[in-house]
């Protein structure tokens, strides 16, 4: 019998074991590392010299950060309920479709998630360039300082409201639709049944997707760094924490400093989403 179990457990440890591999290797030990440069600092004369948390004292008290912290933080307060709110709307009319076309809808929802960031920022890139881009004739800079945010608010929401909508979809897949006719004969609507059954019925996965989006906005970063050369002076070299940390790294190699500032970002993060699953904790029925 002990046997057994030991062949059980063994088995189960091979199948995480690639995984486990993988985390340690790429994951847990480069986390090791940064944080360990962290605690350091680059002289001219001493080289390294070990500084404790003077790094992370500088970044608390770094203007530029708590500045690029000030706007993601703004970014996701308007972000993150519209893309929501647009995913969810999308799962709803696409949950109450009954044709053919539904299907069509769906994929064509999650096309732009399946673009690589990269390719859909170039492509945003084109279509907000003020010379040769097809909106050229409306007189309008997308890429100023006043409408930058929005403009990359509207990439980031086109390459991930289709993601989510697919996560709330899923989610409406699985109430029983015996609940749906019965509100029916009771004479509810197609509209109260969407706010008033649906959507509470599928609370934990808004929930979860309303995570990740804010998990993913305070780390805003590939979107501002392609879009920076159509206007430097409106998307600056510290318009995020991460574009401030790679520049901080990787054109002023500032290893030590960019270590700190990635680390309290991460701080950030984990509080901020903390806070949030505290909130919501009782309607969502998440722990």
Do not use: C
Request: aromatic fraction near 14%; hydrophobic fraction near 55%; glycine fraction near 6%.
């Amino acid at each position: 019998m002990k046997r057994s179990r030991w062949r059980e457990a063994a088995t189960g440890w091979l199948f995480v074991l690639p995984f486990a591999v993988l985390l340690v290797a790429f994951l847990l030990l480069p986390m090791a590392y940064a944080f360990k440069i962290s605690l350091y600092r680059s002289t001219l004369i001493g080289g390294e010299v070990f500084a404790l948390f003077d790094n992370y004292q500088q970044a608390i008290n770094d203007p530029l950060v708590r500045e690029g912290v000030v706007r993601v933080l703004i970014f996701g307060l308007v972000q993150t309920p519209v893309m929501i709110g647009i995913a969810l709307l999308a799962a709803l009319l696409i949950d109450a479709a009954t044709s053919r076309f539904s299907r069509i809808f769906r994929l064509a929802a999650f096309v732009p998630y399946a673009v690589p960031v990269v390719i859909g920022t170039l492509m945003w890139g084109f279509l907000y360039s003020d010379s040769i881009g097809p909106f050229s004739g409306l007189g309008i800079d997308f890429v100023n300082s006043d409408t930058v945010l929005a403009s990359l608010g509207n990439i980031v929401t086109w390459q991930w409201a289709g993601y989510n909508m697919i996560v709330l979809y899923a989610a409406l897949q699985g109430l029983p639709r015996e609940i749906y006719e019965s509100a029916r004969i009771d004479g509810a609507g197609e509209v109260q049944i969407a706010l008033r059954i649906k959507t509470p019925m599928i609370a934990s996965a808004l929930v979860l997707a309303t995570l990740f989006t804010i998990m993913g906005t305070l780390q805003f970063f590939t979107e501002p760094l392609i879009l920076q050369p159509l206007n430097p002076g409106a998307i600056t070299q510290h318009y995020t924490p991460n574009v401030y940390a790679y520049n901080q790294a990787f054109s002023f190699q500032q290893y030590n400093y960019s270590a700190a500032i990635s680390f309290l970002l991460g701080a950030v993060v984990f509080i901020g989403s903390y806070i949030f699953l505290f909130a919501t904790r009782k309607r969502s029925a998440l722990k």
